[in-house]
């Protein structure tokens, strides 16, 4: 019984000497330590993901993707293979191990809007990491593989931070540096548990993940054919596409349109708070004129290509009015100039869209506030049945002042450009006194 209670005690001390060594590590020296064990655990799982141009044999994209079975199913970015899924003819996909070895795989499914694309390798992969059944806790230490820079293979340690509040489109806030050449890799938990996929950055330590929910619905496609005619898979982009902006447009068509006072009319303010808003003044002592703004965005683009982005909305208003100085000759040529401002667009290339084709007139509200209209719409070359669509209006009431509204929205079919058109001129109203 003495020796027991001797080596009991003995034990005791040397438990409690750890404890207090491991209480004077600095926290950056354990978080290192979990850094090493975690990349060293799982990063067998985690390839370089390359697009290849087949007719000259250098690469054009390059990414990062998991292995999520062992049959050889791997998990990247849409937006890391989008050139294969235009050009299959000229372009190929590969992946390179940390070990060097070059893998040919083949895209089975895509899901645009989430920028997420499932492949397949002609054989089992060594390692396979596991989804996450559920969301961490908000605080949760998480680790970012990839490929940053077509350098070597890197994780970088953060913190999640749940899902972005008030976002169109889910994504999960990382704390961390999430760098080019990341997108597509996993953000695991230290059992290894997918909670995310890299998929941008905003500077700063601040990321963004696509939640491993979206993942799995992939998953479960079970597609075993591998997508290799730019025809269906631009017929897929383009169903996707069409659902995602039904969707949009079914949740603003059904709610009510917030007005606020402006002069002497009341405008659009608040619609959903998937937009945010930011105002803009013109106030300067050498203009003969002030412009009073805001415009409203919902930050919700769809990477498409390189140079084609589609998915967004946002809508604007500007009250100009004029000061003694400027006469009514010269407020209607400044007020003119302002409203065939060309507004910003989403991005596309010449082979991404046609022409605007545009139709203006002169309407009365239901109030008989007149207004000068301008609708242009410009169709998808690729993607058909979808349109870039701007709308334009100017109140005529006045010599002195004015409202020029805006509308502007990428990616939505005919009818629903005419439905959301329709409901937001209807929201602008002469505000008599």
Sequence with gaps: MHLFRHFRYTAALLLTAAGLLLATLPSTALAAADAQQVFQRYKDAVLQIRIVDT????????????????????????????????????????AVS????????????????????????????????????????????????????DLELTIVQGLYNGLLEKKLREQVHFTGAINPG??????????????????????????????????????QQRNTAALTQSAPMLTLMRNQLLAEQQRIMADLLARPIITGEVGNYRTPKDWSEHFKCWGGDVHAEDKLYTVVSISCDMQSDIFLSGKHRTGTLSYSRSFVQAKPGLNDWQFDRLYGTLFNQDPDMPDAGKDDVGNFSCRSGFVKQADGLPLKTLFCLRAYRKLTGLYDMVLQSATLDGKRSGLINRLVAGGVSYDDALRISKKYLEALTWNKR
């Design 182 to 219: 990341m997108s597509g890799g996993p953000a695991v938990d230290e059992n290894g548990h997918v909670v995310g996929v890299n998929v941008a950055t905003a500077g700063n330590g601040v990321g963004f993940l696509v939640p491993v929910k979206y993942v799995a619905a992939l998953l």
């Design 55 to 94: 007719r000259s044999g250098n690469r054009i994209s390059l990414g990062t993707g998991f292995v999520v079975d062992a049959e050889g199913r791997m998990v990247s970015n849409f937006h890391v293979v989008s050139e294969y899924a235009y050009h299959p003819e000229w372009n190929r996909i590969e």
């Design 98 to 149: 940390s070990g060097g070895a070059v893998i040919p795989l083949k895209l089975l499914a895509f899901d645009v809007v989430h920028d997420l694309s499932l492949l397949q390798a002609g054989s089992r992969m060594p390692q396979a990491l596991t989804l996450a059944s559920e969301p961490p806790a908000k605080g949760t230490p998480l680790y970012a593989f990839g490929i940053p820079l």
